[in-house]
């Protein structure tokens, strides 16, 4: 497993402090974007839960960020990884939809949201082994 991956599975888990989806995509990579982890955690702030309004998922949305961040510009890497992540869920990036259709699966939120975060977190480093 990834040190990015642990990273966000320990965010994940944490109570006292809520994580949203963007946040935990956002800390793991802080420091390869120059950040410090309270300034990537205050970054992703207001994208959780699509933007707090079930836009595009704060996960996928942190993913663009950070790989903007680190130089992973060009559009056929952004369409993959949009293409990617629309392939593993119905073809959704909205946080409303993903979750509805995750809901009829009968799956978690919480399970749901986790995943996102770590499939965002894991094509990042994809592209990032790549450049």
Avoid: W
């Amino acid at each position: 497993m990834s040190k990015y991956i642990e990273k966000a599975k320990e965010l994940r888990a944490i109570t006292d402090v809520h994580y949203n989806c963007a946040q935990s995509v956002l800390v793991p990579f802080a420091k390869e974007m120059g950040m410090t982890e309270e300034q990537a955690y205050n970054l992703g702030y207001n994208f959780g839960a699509g933007m707090k309004r079930g836009s595009v998922c704060g996960a996928v949305t942190a993913g663009l960020m950070v790989m903007g961040m680190l130089g992973i510009n060009d559009t056929k890497d952004l369409q993959a990884y949009h293409n990617a992540i629309k392939g593993n869920h119905d073809g959704y990036l909205d946080c409303r939809d993903l979750l509805a259709s995750s809901a009829k699966k009968g799956e978690d939120k919480k399970a749901h949201c986790d995943g996102m975060v770590y499939e965002a977190v894991k094509l990042v480093e994809e592209f990032m082994a790549k450049k």
